[in-house]
């Protein structure tokens, strides 16, 4: 009778392990990879949403922003650990500010905030289908 309890507590400790590390699986490029809308209420307000674009060329992650007011390059994209991070140089009266977005990956959505010299904003986004 032990023996079976044992048992039973054994494959229950494996299932519960097993599911935990499932429900923790980390995405890879494929998932950050697309057409994402994106929301940054505390921004101007023709940089309030638009689209931000992922793709890999050459083994390496790019992309870039669409709104109404610009198309423009980001820069030193990398995603790990379901975190994506960039750059973005924006102009503004002749002066370059550089603005550092870092983004959580949850499946199809994220949220995330970027950095001023100002201060931070927060920002989230859905990936089109």
Do not use: C
Not at 30 to 49: C, D, H, R
Not at 84 to 92: E, R, V
Request: glycine share 6%; proline share 2%.
């Amino acid at each position: 009778m032990k023996k079976i309890i044992s048992v039973n507590l054994i494959l229950l400790v494996v299932f519960v392990a097993s599911s935990f590390s499932v429900s923790t699986t980390l995405l890879n490029d494929k998932n950050v990879i697309g057409t994402w809308e994106y929301n940054i209420p505390e921004a101007s307000y023709e940089y309030q949403n638009g689209k931000l674009i992922i793709e890999k060329k050459e083994g390496k992650l790019t992309g870039h922003f669409l709104s109404d007011a610009e198309n423009t390059t980001i820069e030193k994209v990398s995603f790990e650990e379901n975190k994506l991070s960039f750059i973005y140089f924006f102009d503004t009266e002749g002066q370059e500010i550089e603005l550092t977005f870092n983004l959580t990956i949850d499946k199809d959505k994220f949220r995330g905030s970027l950095s001023t010299p100002e201060g931070s904003m927060s920002m989230t986004g859905v990936k089109k289908k």
